[in-house]
């Protein structure tokens, strides 16, 4: 079993929709947790980090649960720019892990 | 700052062939990561170092391969003799702890092995 799996996706969804991606992790010792973003050959960008309590930046809202060993990420009122594989990514302490990513197509 | 910095961006050389790709962190940052990245398997960590020490190369597929870190601002990654499955897009990135350990990505070097 892998230790941060993710929904490959794709999902397609037309611009203004809301999209969510889940993420499980399996390691409970994980200590902090990531979204990042990457767009076609380009490298993986910090989008947001992932906080206990929830936390929003504009249009994008980040979600764990520590019980479940769960994360998510929603996008709301999606944009053509969002169009990218968004990675979800666990902290162990000095290294960290990535999800496969799940791949996002926003269409006109 | 100029971000993590790779070289080449674009490498194709024939199998058999030693392939040395280049690596220099941000300044300041005390944790240099190597990466592979296919299609199939996604991004894999291969080495990572801390304070140019070697932590955890478990993920190095095998004796081809090596690193090294010479300074705190420079880091090598070898493979030899390369083989046709080693074609990948390997990144390099660097964090420090003291920022809560978020990694920069750098532009990443393509390989290609015929």
């Known amino acids: 079993r892998k230790e941060v799996e993710q929904d490959p996706g794709p999902f397609n969804v037309p611009e203004g929709a809301t999209v969510a991606f889940n993420c499980t992790y399996s390691?409970?010792?994980?200590?902090?947790f990531f979204w990042y973003r990457q767009d076609c050959r380009k490298e993986p960008k910090l989008l947001m980090s992932?906080?206990?309590s929830g936390n929003e930046d504009g249009r994008f809202t980040a979600q764990l649960n520590r019980a479940s060993q769960y994360i998510s990420l929603l996008i709301r009122d999606s944009k053509l720019s969002d169009s990218a594989t968004y990675l979800c990514?666990?902290?162990?302490?000095?290294?960290?892990?990535f999800g496969a990513g799940t791949r996002l197509t926003v269409k006109p | 700052d100029a971000g993590v910095i790779q070289s080449p961006r674009h490498e194709v050389t024939e199998m058999g062939q030693e392939v040395t790709l280049r690596c220099k962190p941000i300044?300041?940052?005390?944790?240099l990561f190597w990466y592979r990245q296919t299609m199939m398997r996604g991004l894999e960590l291969l080495i990572y170092?801390?304070?140019?020490?070697?932590?955890?190369d478990s993920g190095m597929p095998e004796d081809r391969f090596s690193a090294k870190m010479p300074n705190a601002s420079f880091s090598t990654l070898k493979i030899q003799p390369s083989e046709p499955r080693d074609s990948a897009v390997y990144f390099c990135?660097?964090?420090?702890?003291?920022?809560?350990?978020?990694?920069?990505f750098g532009p990443g070097t393509r390989l290609l092995v015929l």
């Open positions: 990135a660097s964090s420090n702890r003291d920022y809560g350990g978020t990694q920069y």
């Open positions: 390691n409970s010792a994980s200590q902090s």
């Open positions: 992932v906080y206990s």
């Open positions: 990514v666990v902290n162990r302490g000095d290294d960290m892990r």
């Open positions: 300044s300041g940052h005390d944790y």
């Open positions: 170092f801390n304070n140019n020490v070697p932590i955890d």
